[in-house]
């Protein structure tokens, strides 16, 4: 039974290490936006809105996925 739990708990911490690294996007995405908005560069304004929407939604899947029930390390109770 230990091993499923650390197993369980493995994927757990990919689960929020890969949310890490859509939060991480959208922050340079939040910075190439604001700098193209600023400097009046279409190009870069652009690429940054799409990775703003790309991390979130990187973050949102991955966060969301460990709320999946059979997915998660926790057990919750049966109410009868």
């Known amino acids: 039974q230990s091993q ?3 197993v ?6 990919r689960r929020v290490a890969i949310a890490l690294v859509g939060v991480a996007l959208w922050l340079s ?6 700098v193209g908005l600023l400097y ?3 190009a870069e304004f652009r690429y940054g809105v799409l990775a703003i ?3 979130v939604a990187i973050a949102v899947i991955a966060l969301n ?4 029930p059979g997915l998660s390390s926790k057990k919750k109770p049966i109410s009868r």
């Open 40 to 42: 009046d560069r279409p």
């Open 53 to 55: 929407f790309f991390g």
């Open 8 to 13: 369980l708990m493995k994927k757990s911490e």
């Open 4 to 6: 499923t739990a650390e």
């Open 29 to 34: 995405g939040l910075y190439t936006t604001i």
């Open 65 to 68: 996925l460990i709320s999946i």
